[in-house]
């Protein structure tokens, strides 16, 4: 027996099956069925978008459509975390070919639905289209609760760089899959489902935090964000950062620098934020300082010892 396709079942019945699992907070007064969500916030509102394509940002022989629905949902509230925001609600554009298993939707929402859940967001609504291969797009909205927005901009001289998460991980497990391997599962998971820190924006701002990022395209790339926008250099002390024993087991395996996939791995979504001297909240760790710009190079990244050519992160449309 062949399993219904999204073709079969129809674009409405398949709305329908989506929107009936998923519970509205009480800010939330309009949600899925209408033309649009009505929610309320305390103060300004911070918004994000980001899109994961087949073939581009995931590949099902390698992620499950949890794995995926999971990812979608928390590389945007990652955004939200680094601005220092409390996330209310988003709204999901989904494109897929005619012939994709209905199944793989519904496990899709189930991932959603999860990591929904462990960050207190709903889903407000959405889209549906056909597309040649699988693409969703997620937007997420979130309030500041009467606070100023935690920029890139506004690093100072003298402040510690603080990080809350691990890195690496995602990264080493790109690598193990991309040599046929499926372990170690830690590492693999890591690339499928980035484990998110939810909350710890809100905390870092509470606690003081001068500027922060989220770690999307490896460490040293978006740290050069910060520099570039605050105007200063920012120095990390290599001896600071932690090597994971599953990055350190795929680096064994595969005759490579641990420390390269800590410094230049992209999607483990931690948290690095700038604190002034003496605050650092729990679960956050000091990895190294802001220092003024050097003269010859400008507003940069350094690691003690460490040539950074080969560091330089992820980017799109790159070869």
């Known amino acids: 027996m062949t399993e219904q396709t999204i073709a079969e079942i129809g674009e409405f019945e398949l709305i329908g099956q989506i929107a009936h699992r998923v519970p509205l907070p009480p800010q939330v007064s309009v949600g899925p069925g209408d033309d649009a969500a009505v929610f309320l916030t305390n103060g300004s509102v911070v918004t994000s978008v980001d899109m994961m394509v087949e073939g581009v940002d995931f590949r099902r022989d390698w992620s499950s459509p949890q794995d995926v629905g999971h990812k979608a949902v928390a590389i945007n509230l990652s955004d939200l975390e680094a601005m220092g925001a409390t996330p209310v609600g988003m709204v999901i554009a989904f494109g897929a070919p005619a012939d994709l298993p209905v199944s793989w939707v519904r496990g899709f929402m189930t991932g959603v639905n999860e990591e929904a ?9 959405g889209d549906l289209s056909s597309a040649r291969d699988i693409t969703v797009t997620v937007t997420v909205f979130g309030g500041l609760d009467g606070r100023s927005p935690v920029l890139r901009s506004t690093a100072r001289i003298g402040d510690q760089v603080c990080l809350c998460g691990r890195l690496g991980w995602a990264s080493a497990g790109l690598e193990a899959l991309g040599r046929g391997f499926r372990s170690p599962r830690a590492a693999v998971d890591a690339h499928r489902r980035p484990l998110i820190p939810h909350g710890q924006g809100r905390i870092a701002s509470l606690a003081g935090a001068t500027a922060m990022i989220d770690i999307s395209d490896g460490l040293i790339a978006d740290l050069g964000h910060v520099a570039k926008a605050s105007g200063v250099g920012i120095q990390i002390d290599p001896n600071l950062l932690v090597v994971d024993e ?33 605050i650092v909240p729990e679960f956050w760790r000091v990895i190294g300082q802001v220092v003024a710009p050097d003269p010859e190079e400008g507003p940069a990244v350094s690691v003690h010892g460490r040539s950074l050519d080969d560091l330089d992160g992820w980017t799109h449309f790159r070869r």
């Open 246 to 278: 599953p990055v350190a087991t795929v680096a064994r395996a595969t005759n490579s620098d641990p420390l390269r996939h800590v410094l230049a791995g992209g999607e483990d979504y931690a948290l690095v934020a700038t604190f002034p001297v003496g």
């Open 117 to 125: 859940e462990a960050a207190g967001v709903a889903l407000l609504g």
